[in-house]
């Protein structure tokens, strides 16, 4: 047995000073040898995406603040891992986020909240434009206008709730709100609400589901087979053993059976309503098959849904903190919409110079997708300033790092709407929607949403804050 001992511990120790050589050519290609090894930036962070790890999910969601550590200390453009640049410069936003030329999304970053073939992950340029072609048209400002009877219907449900706990009463609005998006996108998604807004105390939402998957979306991000294998596991055996991600899975199951319902006509709501069910559509659109299955469908479902009741919800609850906090400027909206009428419509909301500066600091500071966005210009070399970025380089830019620029909007942690009416060119930095070919494509669902929104419950409701201060 000795000489197959030896003989083992030598092949192991082969192995080892193998892999040792392997790591430390790859180390010093890395550093060294890269075409991005130009780039300033950390050392530690060229060398590995581990560098990434620790910042984001050991130090959970800290990747995007400390990155912003990295511009203070080396400048605009920096290399940020192995493969990716970043850029801090509000003017560059518009170059890299661009509808002129094409931009493949980053694969290392498509599946961060757990879809995989919905629109906004495809990495494709072109297979992106055929996915985001099938919807497009239900978002339009045209279809929008349509839909906003809908919007106010459910806008007057959430005034009765409240009004219903106005002697005093403790009221969570961040679940209020995300109860009032989640039914207004599922009324348009699928032609059928969840109805979300009659649960007591707004209990019942799709709250826990979305902080769930947010929670764990940077380790799918270092790891994809973390949201495999949540698909695969049986649910008893994840209620059992991880409770806590239940909501995931339940709701990824829950978009797919809704596509079956409506692909087998069992859901004949589209029949019955007089706005477009934009599933029912799809489906019978004249898409190819194969991007018409359930599981895909269910991702894009998954992803509007996420999408509709996120940001929205949020920069709604946003809006009521800084009403709450500045009893002014709700008194002021409501001046400026009494002398116009008291109009309702969205289009004519938007024309009020005050109410619409209040809608856009909101959303600023609300900061919509706060995590980087990359992408890869496949067909030519980027340039920024002095430096020539190789092609299908991954490229990112932060949202927050524009919304919350000093220079742009001095005092930027205030609120302070009137900056919007000062200043009209600050528009060109309205970037929590992001810009260019993959721009979201609910901008006009969320901007009608938070118009008749604003005007109807702040119109109605004075609000305090419960436990709480503006310190906070």
Aim: hydrophobic letters at 40%; proline letters at 6%; one cysteine or more.
């Amino acid at each position: 047995m000795a000489p197959l001992l030896i003989t083992s511990a030598s092949h192991f120790g082969t192995a080892v000073v193998l892999l040792l050589a392997y790591t430390a050519c790859i180390a010093i290609y890395r550093v060294l040898l890269s075409p991005l090894a130009k780039f300033p930036g950390p050392k530690i962070a060229a060398l590995s995406t581990w560098y990434e790890f620790y910042h984001d999910v050991v130090q959970p969601g800290k990747f995007t603040t400390h990155i912003q550590d990295l511009h203070r200390r080396y400048g605009p453009i920096i290399r940020i891992s192995p493969t990716e640049l970043h850029i801090d410069d509000p003017s560059y936003f518009d170059t890299l986020y661009t509808r002129a030329g094409r931009r493949d999304k980053y694969d290392f970053m498509a599946g961060r909240f757990g879809f995989s073939t919905d629109s906004f992950s495809t990495s494709p340029h072109e297979l992106h434009k055929i996915r985001r072609k099938a919807l497009s048209p239900f978002f339009a400002a045209s279809k929008i206008v349509e839909f906003e009877s809908v919007i106010k219907t459910k806008v007057d449900d959430l005034c009765r709730k409240l009004a219903a706990s106005a002697d005093g009463e403790v009221v969570k609005l961040d679940r209020a709100f995300v109860a009032l998006t989640t039914d207004t996108i599922t009324q348009y998604a699928f032609g059928e609400s969840y109805d979300h807004l009659d649960s007591p105390g707004f209990e019942k939402t799709l709250y826990e589901a979305f902080r769930t998957i947010h929670s764990v979306g940077a380790l799918g991000q270092q790891f994809p087979s973390v949201f495999k294998m949540l698909n695969a596991l049986p649910l008893w055996f994840v209620k059992a053993t991880q409770p806590e991600i239940m909501p995931i899975v339940t709701l990824r199951q829950s978009m797919r059976a809704r596509i079956a319902e409506i692909r087998a006509g069992s859901n004949d709501t589209a029949t019955k309503i007089d706005h477009a069910n934009i599933f029912y559509e799809v489906i019978h659109s004249d898409l190819p098959d194969s991007e018409k299955t359930d599981t895909r469908l269910g991702d894009e479902a998954q992803l509007m849904v996420a999408a509709g009741l996120i940001t929205t919800s949020w920069a709604l609850a946003v809006a009521a903190f800084h009403f709450a906090c500045k009893p002014d400027i709700p008194a002021r909206m409501r001046a400026e919409l009494a002398a116009a009428g008291w109009p309702s419509g969205w289009q004519k909301l938007e024309k009020l110079p005050f109410l619409n500066a209040c809608v856009l600091e909101s959303v600023r500071l609300s900061h919509g997708v706060v995590t980087r966005d990359p992408r890869l210009a496949p067909d030519t070399e980027l340039k920024y300033g002095e430096w020539t970025i190789p092609r299908n380089t991954p490229v990112s830019m932060t949202t927050v790092d524009v919304l919350m620029n000093a220079d742009l909007f001095p005092e930027p942690t205030s609120f302070i709407p009137e900056r919007w009416m000062e200043k009209p060119e600050l528009q060109r930095y309205f970037v929590a929607f992001g810009k260019g070919s993959r721009q979201c494509l609910g901008i006009n669902l969320a901007l009608a949403e938070l118009h008749i929104a604003i005007a109807q419950v702040f119109a109605r409701f004075d609000f305090e804050l419960f436990e709480t201060e503006e310190s906070d």
